[in-house]
């Protein structure tokens, strides 16, 4: 029998970043509240009244696995005051809907890319992508990237697509937030990511609740540089994902 991804091809390497709503604010406040979750494609019962209340109380969103139908901006995207940028890179054989990173923001973007994997997961030889952002904030541009990483490949492989999410990390000046599902699930993979990025002066916001652990290990986190983290927790309450969101708060850097 075959699964859930034999429905989906690659879309073209050459699909850009989709924007979907607008932004409701002029810029981020003193603080930022955050959120990053997969969200496995929207497959369970419940999955958006779950979003709404998740976002309802925060500043940025970051999903993995997210789905868009029909190409077009829903009710959601249009009433969550947010702007919304996705990266498509699986659409269903069916056409109507399609999956990627996509991130949300009261405040627009400055920019936005995406850049896929160089490899691909074997079987159904589907790339994973990583979507970054950048805000105004404090005075300074904030970069944001929004990360799935790669899985059931070499560590070589893993390593290849966590120097793509560093790059533009080590290419900007001012703060920073790197999160997402980085699929480590285990110990080897786990040193890699964070071999890399303390190497790119990333901390990570430590986690707090087992559920954040699958094969007692810890798939998603949040990293960041530039910034003072003010508060985090999970949320193992939200049951229509098998990955728990991920809360953070965020604010100024003072300086010492």
């Not at 009710?75 to 996509?102: C, D, N, Q, V, Y």
Request: hydrophobic residues 45%.
């Amino acid at each position: 029998m075959l699964g859930p991804l034999s429905r989906f091809h690659t879309l073209p390497e050459a699909a850009v970043p989709r924007r979907l709503g607008n932004a409701s604010a002029e810029s981020f406040g003193p603080s930022i509240k955050m959120i990053s979750w997969n969200m496995f494609k929207a497959r369970r019962r419940g999955w958006l009244l779950d979003l709404e209340t998740l976002t309802a109380g925060v500043e940025l969103v970051l999903l993995q696995e997210a789905v868009l139908q029909g190409g077009l901006a829903q009710p959601f995207h249009l009433a969550s005051g947010m702007e919304w940028i996705m990266a498509e890179t699986l659409k269903s054989t069916s056409g109507r809907h399609t999956t990627g990173p996509k991130t949300g923001s009261r405040v627009k973007a400055l920019d936005s890319h995406a850049v896929r994997s160089r490899d691909y997961e074997p079987i159904f030889r589907t790339p994973k992508a990583l979507l970054a952002t950048t805000y105004p904030f404090a005075g300074s541009p904030l970069l944001v990237v929004n990360v799935h990483a790669i899985n059931f490949v070499t560590v070589a492989k893993f390593a290849r697509q966590l120097e793509q999410v560093v790059k533009p990390v080590s290419a900007h000046t001012g703060p920073c937030i790197v999160a997402g599902d980085f699929n480590t699930w285990n110990e080897t993979r786990w040193h890699v990511l964070s071999e890399i990025m303390q190497d790119a002066g990333l901390k990570r916001v430590p986690a707090q609740f087992p559920r954040w652990q699958h094969f007692n290990r810890v798939l998603d986190h949040v990293f960041y540089r530039g910034l003072r983290l003010m508060n985090s927790r999970a949320l193992p309450h939200v049951k229509t994902s098998d990955h728990v969101p991920l809360w953070a708060e965020f604010g100024v850097l003072r300086p010492k």
